[in-house]
């Protein structure tokens, strides 16, 4: 079985410092799933889809969580959301948007296009790592997600 | 935050009970409008039946809601809640003791934005009551509330 079919956490985000921080903040509090990375919107979908370089992946393993940025290289996070949550495949997997912008139309659009959760990404190191093991913690160990 | 209202929708007494005593417990000291049945917390949302002529522009912060409801129940109650112009984009948490695997689907194609099955121990219960209160309530942005001039 390929590694890359047996993930939890799909963490879509540019900012490798933010990737990193994120998983120490997961770490911290015992969430150890298995996680992995994308670096842009198209990858997010090529690997939720299974096509180009994922095209090996077994599509019924689907993550539990997507945590998504918004500005992200060539697709952006809403767009990656649209998709989605517009195939009814791919609907039911929690997306937790995490993203620096606090502008009312991305809150506003997010919810709209279907994201479960929008958090917004504390400035300081200490308060980013605190709300990614409350992300976490909330979304892998008390809330149900829909694939077992 | 603390002037914003928490909808339940849960006919179980003691559910009620135990879901108030775990936010008060953990200092979330939100009203909590209880609807013991589907057809009230939609009367709640839409300003309706009891609720007559309530400001409906004020929308509680999260709806938690339970699936076996009397009269309307909970997925239908989700569905109108997505259709309503009002209340579309309102945080809604399913909060059940069903683990069926098609009621978890369900709950999230029709727009649940989390799923929490009630668990059986009481200490675990209140765990997951906080987690959940402290989760919507604090640490998640949410969606913008739609003013009376935007119509």
Same mark, same amino acid.
């Given at each position: 079985?390929?590694?890359?079919?047996?993930?939890?956490?799909?963490?879509?985000?540019?900012?490798?410092?933010? *990737?990193?921080?994120?998983?120490?903040?997961?770490?911290?509090?015992?969430?150890?799933?298995?996680?992995?990375?994308?670096?842009?919107? *198209?990858?997010?979908?090529?690997?939720?889809?299974?096509?180009? *370089?994922?095209?090996?992946?077994?599509?019924?393993?689907?993550?539990?969580?997507?945590?998504?940025?918004?500005?992200?290289?060539?697709?952006?996070?809403?767009?990656?959301?649209?998709?989605?949550?517009?195939?009814?495949?791919?609907?039911?997997?929690?997306?937790?948007?995490?993203?620096?912008?606090?502008?009312?139309?991305?809150?506003?659009?997010?919810?709209?296009?279907?994201?479960?959760?929008?958090?917004?990404?504390? *400035?300081?190191?200490?308060?980013?790592?605190?709300?990614?093991?409350?992300?976490?913690?909330?979304?892998?160990?008390?809330?149900?997600?829909?694939?077992? | /935050?603390?002037?914003?209202?928490?909808?339940?929708?849960?006919?179980?007494?003691?559910?009620?009970?135990?879901?108030?005593?775990?936010?008060?417990?953990?200092?979330?000291?939100?009203?909590?409008?209880?609807?013991?049945?589907?057809?009230?917390?939609?009367?709640?949302?839409?300003?309706?039946? /009891?609720?007559?002529?309530?400001?409906?522009?004020?929308?509680?912060?999260?709806?938690?809601?339970?699936?076996?409801?009397?009269?309307?129940?909970?997925?239908?109650?989700?569905?109108?809640?997505?259709?309503?112009?009002?209340?579309?984009?309102?945080?809604?948490?399913?909060?059940?003791?069903?683990?069926?695997?098609?009621?978890?689907?369900?709950?999230?194609?029709?727009?649940?934005?989390?799923?929490?099955?009630?668990?059986?121990?009481?200490?675990?219960?209140?765990?997951?009551?906080?987690?959940?209160?402290?989760?919507?309530?604090?640490?998640?942005?949410?969606?913008?509330?739609?003013?009376?001039?935007?119509?």
């Amino acid at each position: 079985m390929n590694r890359l079919d047996v993930i939890d956490i799909l963490l879509v985000e540019d900012n490798p410092q933010d *990737a990193e921080l994120t998983i120490r903040g997961l770490r911290r509090r015992n969430i150890n799933n298995p996680l992995h990375v994308v670096e842009d919107g *198209a990858e997010a979908l090529d690997f939720i889809f299974c096509r180009g *370089a994922h095209g090996g992946r077994d599509f019924s393993k689907l993550p539990k969580l997507i945590l998504l940025d918004l500005k992200l290289p060539k697709m952006d996070g809403l767009e990656v959301l649209k998709a989605l949550k517009l195939d009814e495949r791919t609907r039911a997997i929690p997306v937790a948007v995490v993203s620096s912008s606090q502008e009312t139309p991305d809150i506003q659009t997010a919810y709209a296009l279907g994201a479960n959760s929008y958090v917004v990404k504390p *400035a300081g190191f200490d308060a980013f790592l605190e709300a990614v093991g409350n992300l976490g913690f909330y979304w892998l160990l008390v809330n149900q997600p829909p694939v077992k | /935050m603390k002037d914003k209202v928490i909808l339940l929708a849960e006919d179980n007494p003691d559910d009620v009970e135990l879901t108030i005593r775990a936010f008060r417990k953990n200092h979330i000291s939100n009203e909590v409008i209880v609807a013991k049945d589907g057809a009230e917390a939609l009367a709640y949302l839409h300003g309706t039946g /009891m609720y007559a002529g309530r400001d409906i522009t004020v929308i509680p912060v999260v709806v938690l809601l339970d699936l076996k409801l009397p009269k309307i129940d909970g997925l239908e109650v989700l569905k109108v809640i997505r259709q309503n112009e009002f209340t579309k984009l309102l945080p809604v948490v399913i909060l059940t003791s069903s683990a069926e695997q098609q009621d978890v689907i369900n709950g999230y194609n029709l727009g649940a934005n989390s799923y929490i099955r009630k668990p059986v121990d009481f200490e675990q219960f209140t765990e997951a009551i906080k987690s959940l209160g402290l989760y919507w309530l604090v640490w998640n942005e949410p969606p913008p509330t739609k003013r009376k001039s935007e119509g």
